[in-house]
T-cell receptor, first 114, second 116 residues
């Protein structure tokens, strides 16, 4: 039979606009969260992380917001550039400092139009 | 400081053959994780290893798959008697496990396995 691949959620923005990518995580015991960027044919690249005792963290052009009440994570990218086009994954982990698996979300395909 | 290295980048095998995927962690990292990614899906955890020890293999299929991280040399993910369903991208990540610091995992470029 024919296999059908999953279709990633997509977000299309104009260059220079701000982008917001959302993620719902599943495990209320998770206490460490990471956003990764994955370009076609490459491995996931670390963008920014946040611990569960924080609700906001800023990096260069990126901000991560964490709402533990509703188990929601978002990534904001300011002044989005064509080079930001990629699939973005959130990942959650139980045990911030201990070795344990990452559980990945489904990913969002971000397309930046020039 | 070189990142996580994986080889080969692309691997083609026929059904029934063996596939060996190698991962060299970042310098100073002694913890290795393997993940599998199917097209347009997120990464799924397979196994977590420290030097000479398997810590968590709960994500690895019980048959045909094995992993090791010897005292010397890279970590190896081995798939015996490959089937078409094994076709995927396999990613390795490493972390430093610094005392008191977050266990941030850094990924390699992946090995894309195609089973004919």
């Amino acid at each position: 039979g024919e296999s059908v691949g999953l279709h990633l959620p997509t977000l299309s923005v104009q260059e220079g606009d701000n982008s917001i990518i959302n993620c719902a995580y599943s495990n209320s015991a998770s206490d460490y969260f990471i956003w990764y960027k994955q370009e076609s044919g490459k491995g996931p690249q670390f963008i920014i992380d946040i611990r569960s005792n924080m609700d906001k963290r800023q990096g260069q052009r990126v901000t991560v917001l964490l709402n533990k009440t509703v188990k929601h994570l978002s990534l904001q990218i300011a002044a989005t550039q064509p080079g930001d086009s990629a699939v973005y994954f959130c990942a959650e982990k139980v045990g911030e400092t201990s070795g344990s698996r990452l559980t990945f979300g489904e990913g969002t395909q971000l397309t930046v139009n020039p | 400081n070189a990142g996580v290295m994986q080889n080969p980048r692309h691997l083609v095998r026929r059904r029934g053959q063996e596939a060996r995927l190698r991962c060299s962690p970042m310098k100073g990292h002694s913890h290795v994780y393997w993940y599998r990614q199917l097209p347009e899906e997120g990464l799924k955890f397979m196994v977590y290893l420290q030097k000479e020890n398997i810590i968590d293999e709960s994500g690895m299929p019980k048959e045909r798959f094995s992993a090791e991280f010897p005292k010397e040399g890279p970590s190896i993910l081995r798939i015996q008697q490959v089937v078409r369903g094994d076709s995927a991208a396999y990613f390795c990540a490493s972390s430093p496990r610094l005392a008191g610091g977050p266990d941030t995992q850094y990924f390699g470029p992946g090995t894309r396995l195609t089973v004919l």
